[in-house]
């Protein structure tokens, strides 16, 4: 396995089936409707404009079997430091200690980057993510209860955040 910089051209069509596969089997994403190519094109250059990055692990074949990337957590400008992530790991490679590489690997871009918290919003069903998260020094922030409804039942979500030691000298403005 290696890291590479995700790109549209070459990734877009594996992290579509990534996305897609956590939409329609899991609580990892609350939407109900699978995603497109248009819908990768969009979210691909948000991550430009925004200089966002897209961390993806690769198999030897050549592969995309996990991603990460983050993006703003809210659009106010005195939030511009702190971003919310996510990490994706393709349905046959889970358990493999892929999430903690790739998660290890988004905060160490954020820290690049001058973030200053980085926090996570994941299903408080999903005990593997939680467990994650904490074990890498993430704590829970909060809960939203009852935050989505799908597969027929209410989902609550929790907040988790890992505050970074940078930026240096943060500013106003």
């Not at 070459?10 to 609350?30: E, G, K, P, V």
């Not at 490679?93 to 980085?118: E, F, P, S, T, Y």
């Not at 020094?137 to 030691?165: N, P, S, V």
């Amino acid at each position: 396995m290696h890291f590479v910089a995700c790109t549209e051209e070459r990734h877009a069509s594996q992290i579509l089936a990534i996305f897609n596969d956590a939409i329609l089997n899991s609580t990892a994403l609350y939407e109900y409707k699978p995603r497109t190519m248009e819908t990768m094109a969009t979210w691909f250059a948000t991550k430009r404009s925004n200089g966002y990055p897209v961390i993806g692990l690769e198999n030897d074949a050549g592969e995309l079997v996990g991603f990460a990337s983050y993006g703003s957590f809210r659009a106010f400008p005195a939030n511009k430091y702190t971003v919310e992530h996510s990490v994706y790991i393709r349905q046959d490679q889970r358990g493999n200690g892929l999430g903690k590489q790739l998660l290890q690997a988004i905060v160490a871009a954020a820290r690049d980057n001058n973030m200053h918290c980085v926090v996570g919003g994941i299903d408080v069903a999903n005990a593997t993510s939680i467990a994650l998260h904490e074990k890498l020094g993430f704590e829970h922030a909060g809960t939203i209860k009852h935050a989505a409804f799908k597969f027929g039942r209410w989902l609550d979500l929790g907040f988790y955040q890992l505050l970074l030691d940078t930026p240096a000298n943060p500013v106003d403005g």
